[in-house]
């Protein structure tokens, strides 16, 4: 007898009938299934009625997931948002919500076995890419496994003067992302009240742009030395609070006026920070939501049920080193911060076709009818499929004219 040849999108099924009265249904996924119940069933034969039929599924091209009917398929692929844009197996091709669903996939104790092997081979850990050889292996992990910035301490930097953007030819470059971080002290009978007491901007080169003690408005009642390493000496002929805001104004909206950002962009900087919205609120200042990058609420670093992880747990799984082990540096936040930045920016999955369609809502799936997209192929859904997030490696593309 010939064999039967597996296809991964149906499911061979055999019924056998022994009696009028006695029916069994055996669901058959692989060829040597086949087999065996042929082998089992062959000097019978002459007693038996077999019908052999295909159960057709459809397969996500995407999450792999598999449906009973397309309508099924057609509202997974309305609800799940796949993208080229969300992490991707480097061995299957499979896409994930999340790095963490794709750490799962790969490397978890119910990890696929084939996934798994090559990964362990081939992988990298931290930024879960799958290379040709462990030689190219090897040349990467030297410029993926970071070290960690020196601490800065509490020493009291002097004030940098910033200079504004001077290049007048800012449209078609890329925009250029300001890292932050803000330490507070507390305040309140209990302490439990936060008030800004320290802040510090670095660029893209890991440099201080800024950074200053902050006077407090109010009187302070827990300085979180054990946190902060800082005491009352530090906040003496602090820089006021209004000063802080206007310099740090100066900086991410590259001395332009906040109408004409609002107007065609200009040549405002993005803001990059765990828990971004936070420090915002301490510092008693807004800003554009289109110009922040937060690590905390970025989709594919959080965990499966959109938790977010800590600072020091995202530093320590994808640029392999350990921050916070003592006081929380102020310096060492803003690095790691613009370091995990940057790496989720130099991702290379985007196009002029993904680009353009990343968008806040998943409006493709609208304008056509419930007909039209049951007669599409799994593939060509997923080909209209849009993210429900912007991706950051669209950052890398240069801006376009007002």
């Not at 249904?25 to 119940?37: A, E, G, S, Y």
């Not at 670095?202 to 979180?224: A, K, L």
């Not at 008693?284 to 670093?301: F, G, I, N």
């Not at 196009?351 to 049951?374: G, I, M, P, V, W």
Request: glycine fraction near 4%; charged fraction near 25%.
């Amino acid at each position: 007898m010939a064999d039967f040849e597996p296809t991964p999108l149906k499911t061979l099924a055999i019924t056998t009938r022994c009696s009028d009265d006695d029916f069994e249904l055996l669901h058959v996924r692989q060829p040597r299934d086949l087999k065996q119940i042929f082998n089992l069933i062959s000097f019978e034969f002459h007693m038996m009625t077999i019908f052999i039929y295909v159960v057709t599924r459809y397969k996500c091209a995407a999450c792999f997931q598999q449906f009973k009917k397309k309508e099924h398929l057609v509202a997974h692929m309305k609800i799940s948002h796949h993208s080229v844009h969300q992490p991707k197996c480097g061995v299957c091709q499979k896409h994930c919500k999340s790095f963490e669903s794709l750490w799962e996939h790969i490397s978890s104790p119910l990890a696929k076995a084939h996934c798994s092997s090559i990964f362990s081979q081939y992988g990298c850990q931290l930024c879960m890419e799958v290379f040709e050889s462990p030689i190219i292996l090897g040349e990467h992990k030297d410029q993926c496994l970071l070290t960690a910035p020196a601490c800065l301490g509490t020493i009291n930097i002097p004030h940098i003067t910033y200079e504004s953007l001077e290049d007048e030819n800012y449209i078609g470059k890329c925009l250029e992302a300001v890292a932050i971080d803000c330490q507070m002290v507390g305040c309140g009978s209990d302490g439990s009240l936060d008030l800004l007491a320290r802040a510090c901007l670095v660029d893209e080169e890991e440099n201080i742009i800024f950074h200053t003690y902050v006077e407090p408005q109010i009187s302070v009642t827990d300085y979180r030395y054990e946190l902060t390493g800082l005491t009352e000496e530090h906040l003496i002929d602090a820089m006021p609070l209004k000063e802080v805001q206007e310099k740090i104004s100066q900086i991410l909206y590259n001395g332009e006026s906040i109408g004409k950002e609002r107007l065609d962009g200009g040549k405002a900087k993005l803001l990059v920070d765990h828990n971004l919205e936070h420090d915002l609120d301490c510092l008693l200042m807004s800003y554009p939501e289109k110009l922040l990058r937060d690590t905390a609420t970025c989709r594919p670093l959080m965990k499966t049920n959109l938790v977010s992880h800590s600072l020091k747990y995202l530093t320590k799984t994808y640029l392999g080193y350990d921050i916070r082990l003592g006081t929380h540096d102020i310096y060492q936040d803003c690095v790691s911060v613009m370091r995990l930045y940057k790496r989720m920016r130099s991702q290379e999955h985007q196009d002029d076709k993904t680009a353009t369609s990343c968008t806040k809502q998943n409006r493709t799936f609208d304008y056509r009818t419930s007909k039209d997209l049951e007669d599409m192929s799994p593939d060509k859904l997923f080909q209209i499929s849009t993210p429900n997030y912007r991706c950051w490696c669209l950052d890398s593309r240069p801006q376009d004219p007002p």
